[in-house]
């Protein structure tokens, strides 16, 4: 671990303490000699031996090396960190030192301190610790300052010692099962997700002749009878010579893995009200999904969109989990005048004719945006965190308000029919409820939605 | 145990400049070195940084005026040395604020307090010396100890210039 140390500003007090005794020096001083006074020279040695013990005492500068250690590096929401903070003097004796650890800005102390006032002799470590818990994003903690003196406070010393020390706060991830999706275009390898060649796989997908090599279970027996000629009634043992048999094999729905890409919507326009921000949920529904999705072995890309484009290419596994999450933690709401709209999603982002999923709560004008990728044989899903509930939670009951929570879910009830007309499949989502709940009773099973939506 | 001293000591300081002040023939002015001493305690009770840097100003100005004026500067010398420990300790009490519970509260002030206590008689010695020892100053002496007051006074405007 690396050691790095700058000095910092000493603090505005130490010349007020040091310029108040030599004010005080030289007006008596000054008296003396006005009058003539050797008396008055009596009372300026107790603030000379003062002075002069603190210049004398002074802490020198250096020597002190500071270590941070974390108990766990990378984080989810609301878990605890143990920080623990260890320093070495190497240089002269101090007699009083003011040990800081700057807590950055999304984390929050649950228990011990970050400040501690210590007397630490050469050669002597001190090791404190203390807890904390993080809000989602990446946290640098990389300073702590030192403030060291002489015993009476007269030349302070501040320093920033700063050691590498990063922190991810992850969102949670929500364990989903199976996320029934269908999009037109599936790749190559086997996966989960029904493609629409005929092989093996579970669903029924259609019938053909019988190959040599089919086993015996894929064979259509009632098909089989149906196009075979010359089959006696009866007892079949009876007379088989004249028999054509045609033997007839089921086909199944092949499944494949698909691409997938997650649209996530950081505008503040659509998701700040009422003084919160539904992102935060969001978020967390934007991780669990792309963890489903990744869980069984498809390929997945995500698009944070807010102030400027955060995009992760589609990619498998475990390293691409990562890679998403690590978007996420960083994800940020932001208004720009240029993705004011989701026009700036990009069809050369996602493959052709795959799955686009989107989470946000949408605004009406979205939705010209999303019948064009419908219109380009994306299948489209949006989950959208139902932004009027939101509100309405935060906001102080009355007779107005109801009536402008109607029209505003009429309203919104419209843009979503104006959608599931064009085959896109909408989920609301009342952020009340528990996220894998909507996701398991809307999600488990494929549901067509309209007529472009339908796989036949 | 810091605040028992810093409250002995307040009382202390008040007390030296009205004695000292009332065996001179002040009356008056001994009273209000008790009110100065009872609004001191009050802004240490209060916590109010900014009074204790006062207080040892006014302290050395009332010490200086006091010796002026014909009190026994024994009186003002003592009142100007608890002023000063008064002083110091309300910076230390400020900083043990800071402390952690789990630090070393009671060693710090241990070894504080007996610092303090060695300075303070340390200070007391020398300064009792002019007193006991009285020295004729040359003119020379004189033109030297201006010099170093003019020094001062320049140094003194050099760092209001770079504070503002």
């Given amino acids: 671990m690396s050691y790095y140390q700058y000095p910092f500003p000493s603090c505005p007090d130490s010349v007020s303490r040091t310029f108040l005794l030599t004010c005080s020096i030289y007006l008596l001083l000054f008296a003396s000699l006005v009058f003539l006074n050797a008396d008055l020279l009596g009372l300026v040695l107790p603030i000379l031996v003062f002075l002069l013990y603190g210049w004398w005492s002074a802490p020198k500068d250096g020597g002190l090396y500071v270590r941070r250690r974390f108990s766990s590096e990378r984080l989810t929401v609301g878990e605890p960190v143990e920080v623990s903070v260890s320093i070495i003097n190497n240089g002269s004796h101090l007699n009083e030192a003011l040990i800081e650890d700057l807590i950055p800005v999304g984390l929050s102390l649950i228990s011990g301190s970050p400040r501690h006032v210590i007397s630490l002799v050469t050669g002597e470590e001190f090791i404190f610790r203390y807890r904390l818990r993080g809000n989602r994003g990446a946290c640098a903690m990389g300073s702590l300052k030192v403030t060291t003196t002489d015993p009476l406070g007269l030349f302070p010393r501040s320093y920033l010692l700063g050691t590498a020390g990063n922190l991810i706060v992850f969102p949670r991830v929500l364990p989903l099962g199976r996320i029934a999706i269908r999009p037109r275009r599936t790749r190559l390898y086997a996966g989960s997700i029904p493609a629409r060649v005929g092989g093996t796989g579970l669903e029924f997908f259609g019938v053909r002749d019988f190959q040599p090599g089919d086993p015996p279970r894929v064979i259509n027996w009632r098909a089989s009878v149906r196009r075979s000629s010359g089959l006696p009634e009866g007892n079949l043992a009876a007379n088989t010579r004249n028999v054509n048999l045609k033997l007839i094999s089921n086909q199944y729905l092949q499944e494949r893995v698909a691409d997938v890409g997650i649209v996530l919507d950081g505008r503040e326009l659509s998701n700040w009200m009422a003084g919160e921000s539904l992102f935060e949920k969001s978020v967390m529904a934007s991780a669990s999904l792309a963890d489903a999705f990744l869980k069984l072995g498809n390929r997945v890309g995500l698009l944070v969109y807010g102030q400027y484009l955060d995009w992760t290419p589609p990619a498998y596994g475990k390293l691409q989990r990562e890679r998403i999450l690590q978007s996420l933690a960083r994800a940020r709401l932001g208004s720009s005048s240029v993705f004011a709209g989701l026009d700036g999603i990009s069809t050369r982002m996602f493959p052709a004719e795959s799955q686009i999923v989107l989470v946000s709560p949408l605004v009406n004008e979205d939705w010209s945006i999303l019948v064009r990728l419908r219109s380009h044989a994306y299948q489209v899903l949006v989950l959208s965190p139902d932004p009027l509930a939101f509100e309405y939670s935060h906001l102080r009951r009355s007779a107005e308000l109801d009536v402008a929570l109607r029209m505003a879910r009429l309203e919104r009830k419209l843009l979503i029919r104006k959608l599931e007309r064009a085959g896109i499949h909408v989920i609301e989502w009342d952020v009340s409820k528990p996220f894998e709940q909507v996701v398991q009773s809307q999600l488990m099973r494929y549901r067509p939605v309209g007529s472009q939506g339908y796989i036949p | ?164």
């Fill in chain 2, 1 to 164: 145990m810091t605040v028992i001293f810093l409250i002995t000591h307040i009382v202390l300081d008040a007390a030296a400049l009205a004695w000292g002040y009332r065996s001179a023939g002040f009356p008056s002015v001994s009273l209000g070195s008790l009110a100065f001493g009872a609004l001191w305690l009050i802004a240490a009770w209060r916590k109010l940084r900014w009074a204790a840097s006062i207080a040892l100003f006014a302290t050395v100005v009332a010490a200086g005026l006091g010796v002026l004026v014909g009190v026994p500067p024994g009186w003002m010398l003592a009142a100007t040395l608890f002023a000063l420990i008064a002083w110091d300790l309300t910076r230390f009490r400020e900083r043990l604020t800071l402390a952690y519970f789990e630090d070393d509260l009671a060693g710090l002030e241990r070894r504080h307090l007996l610092r303090l206590s060695v300075l303070a008689m340390t200070a007391l010695l020398l300064s009792s010396i002019p007193m006991v020892i009285t020295l004729k100053i040359s003119f020379e002496w004189i033109l030297l100890l201006a010099l170093v007051s003019a020094i001062g006074i320049a140094q003194i405007v050099r760092w209001i210039k770079l504070s503002k």
